[in-house]
């Protein structure tokens, strides 16, 4: 601003001998000096030369920013640009957020689209508790905190920290300091010292904990009809800028009292599935990361798990319907198509028009016992049309599969296993994860 102010100033200064020196020039060439000598007249033009570039500075005064100036005042009423922008506040993100406790919630990867290099497990989610009741508050009048409880996960990057696990949690990352937060185009930053979103190592130079300016920024996407907040980093990697770590947060809605039970007027006998409003409704796959997976056991889906790409491949997969009416009877609403793969006389696998049985046509049943669900019909399943109780193949015994299920305490999300169809290792587990729309 001095800089600019110096050659301002320098510029009106010239501006107030323009006049002078327009009559110099002007009583200069009425003279005509011939009596001089060539040196002393060229000398005296080139003087009148420089003073009338003043002339062309001077020209140029009321292009700038497209207003005129004032010469009459002193520079010094020169009035500077006022900045008036304030943070921005999306005010869907306002609220507290956590982790969301399910399978793929926290996962890295080479890119955005990439994240094959580690996601979390139930059992890893399990081990790590102390970090999925953490709260990530957003406040509407653009504050921050990390309300970190009695105990967060503590890795050996941090000070006293020999093994990764829970325990205290440990200064600037402890939720002592209160930050401030902003959100546009997509990308939600957080500024003060200690504050983050999902790993407090994480940041955009790096994965140390301390990032430039205590300022670190993240690209978000809400789904669910905002209730579930995506949310990814890169930069961290200086090998690969495009490595992408990705967090997955539910907002915490003021749902009264929670004490852990559902009151929804039903008496649950265990078997009654017009009396389960839990399950009762329309459900579809979680277009996110992870969503589908597979591996030896419930805890480890090691073998595969979808990533975003595979999301939008398979896209006519996830708009399909699953759908539990109160009267017991259940239905796959598979619209135009569905995804469709070798077993069914489809090569390459790819999005097609349902092949019966699997093609929506039949009605069948849905009840629930504990936390099992079980669907019965011809061509009736959940997630994926191949997979049942003993097999891969699409055909059931009795056109009858059972499923493991849970759901989450806001009633949004459910999860569900499958096993027994791998006869080398009946552990192995097929794992999908629904949205209640």
């Given at each position: 601003?001095?800089?600019?102010?110096?050659?301002?100033?320098?510029?009106?200064?010239?501006?107030?001998?323009?006049?002078?020196?327009?009559?110099?020039?002007?009583?200069?060439?009425?003279?005509?000096?011939?009596?001089?000598?060539?040196?002393?007249?060229?000398?005296?033009?080139?003087?009148?030369?420089?003073?009338?570039?003043?002339?062309?500075?001077?020209?140029?005064?009321?292009?700038?920013?497209?207003?005129?100036?004032?010469?009459?005042?002193?520079?010094?009423?020169?009035?500077?640009?006022?900045?008036?922008?304030?943070?921005?506040?999306?005010?869907?993100?306002?609220?507290?957020?956590?982790?969301?406790?399910?399978?793929?919630?926290?996962?890295?990867?080479?890119?955005?689209?990439?994240?094959?290099?580690?996601?979390?497990?139930?059992?890893?989610?399990?081990?790590?508790?102390?970090?999925?009741?953490?709260?990530?508050?957003?406040?509407?009048?653009?504050?921050?905190?990390?309300?970190?409880?009695?105990?967060?996960?503590?890795?050996?990057?941090?000070?006293?920290?020999?093994?990764?696990?829970?325990?205290?949690?440990?200064?600037?990352?402890?939720?002592?300091?209160?930050?401030?937060?902003?959100?546009?185009?997509?990308?939600?930053?957080?500024?003060?010292?200690?504050?983050?979103?999902?790993l407090a190592k994480v940041h955009n130079t790096g994965e140390d904990g301390n990032p430039s300016n205590d300022t670190i920024e993240y690209e978000y996407t809400l789904l669910d009809n905002d209730q579930i907040l995506e949310v990814r980093i890169s930069g961290w990697l200086g090998d690969n800028p495009d490595a992408t770590w990705f967090y997955r947060f539910t907002n915490q809605l003021d749902a009264g009292s929670d004490d852990g039970n559902t009151d929804d007027g039903n008496t649950d006998d265990g078997n009654n599935s017009s009396g389960n409003t839990e399950v009762t409704g329309t459900w579809t796959l979680d277009p996110t990361e992870g969503s589908l997976a597979v591996g030896p056991s419930a805890t480890d889906l090691s073998w595969w798990s979808?990533?975003?790409?595979?999301?939008?491949?398979?896209?006519?997969?996830?708009?399909?319907?699953?759908?539990?009416?109160?009267?017991?009877?259940?239905?796959?609403?598979?619209?135009?198509?569905?995804?469709?793969?070798?077993?069914?006389?489809?090569?390459?696998?790819?999005?097609?028009?349902?092949?019966?049985?699997?093609?929506?046509?039949?009605?069948?049943?849905?009840?629930?016992?504990?936390?099992?669900?079980?669907?019965?019909?011809?061509?009736?399943?959940?997630?994926?049309?191949?997979?049942?109780?003993?097999?891969?193949?699409?055909?059931?015994?009795?056109?009858?599969?059972?499923?493991?299920?849970?759901?989450?305490?806001?009633?949004?999300?459910?999860?569900?296993?499958?096993?027994?169809?791998?006869?080398?290792?009946?552990?192995?587990?097929?794992?999908?994860?629904?949205?209640?729309?």
């Amino acid at each position: 601003m001095q800089n600019f102010d110096f050659y301002y100033d320098w510029l009106v200064k010239i501006r107030n001998i323009r006049v002078e020196t327009l009559v110099c020039i002007d009583r200069y060439l009425k003279l005509k000096p011939k009596k001089k000598s060539n040196a002393m007249k060229t000398k005296e033009l080139l003087m009148l030369m420089i003073m009338s570039l003043s002339l062309i500075f001077i020209s140029c005064e009321n292009d700038i920013s497209g207003s005129v100036i004032d010469t009459s005042d002193d520079s010094d009423d020169i009035e500077e640009p006022i900045d008036n922008d304030e943070p921005e506040i999306d005010p869907l993100l306002v609220g507290s957020w956590k982790l969301d406790p399910t399978q793929g919630s926290l996962a890295v990867g080479p890119s955005a689209n990439d994240l094959s290099w580690w996601s979390i497990t139930n059992q890893d989610i399990e081990l790590r508790s102390c970090i999925y009741d953490d709260l990530y508050i957003l406040a509407e009048d653009g504050t921050f905190e990390n309300d970190l409880g009695d105990a967060t996960w503590l890795e050996p990057w941090q000070e006293g920290v020999d093994e990764e696990g829970c325990g205290a949690p440990v200064a600037p990352h402890d939720g002592a300091e209160a930050g401030v937060w902003s959100a546009d185009g997509g990308i939600v930053t957080v500024s003060g010292s200690g504050v983050f979103l999902g790993l407090a190592k994480v940041h955009n130079t790096g994965e140390d904990g301390n990032p430039s300016n205590d300022t670190i920024e993240y690209e978000y996407t809400l789904l669910d009809n905002d209730q579930i907040l995506e949310v990814r980093i890169s930069g961290w990697l200086g090998d690969n800028p495009d490595a992408t770590w990705f967090y997955r947060f539910t907002n915490q809605l003021d749902a009264g009292s929670d004490d852990g039970n559902t009151d929804d007027g039903n008496t649950d006998d265990g078997n009654n599935s017009s009396g389960n409003t839990e399950v009762t409704g329309t459900w579809t796959l979680d277009p996110t990361e992870g969503s589908l997976a597979v591996g030896p056991s419930a805890t480890d889906l090691s073998w595969w798990s979808i990533s975003a790409a595979d999301v939008e491949t398979r896209s006519c997969l996830y708009d399909d319907l699953y759908i539990f009416n109160e009267d017991g009877s259940f239905e796959n609403d598979l619209g135009d198509a569905t995804w469709l793969e070798p077993w069914q006389g489809v090569d390459p696998e790819a999005c097609g028009q349902p092949v019966a049985p699997h093609d929506g046509t039949t009605i069948g049943d849905w009840t629930v016992d504990a936390e099992t669900v079980t669907v019965s019909g011809s061509g009736i399943y959940l997630g994926l049309a191949k997979v049942h109780n003993g097999g891969e193949d699409g055909d059931p015994v009795d056109d009858t599969i059972n499923y493991n299920f849970s759901i989450s305490d806001d009633g949004t999300i459910m999860e569900v296993t499958i096993d027994g169809w791998n006869p080398d290792l009946p552990e192995a587990t097929w794992f999908f994860r629904f949205l209640r729309q």
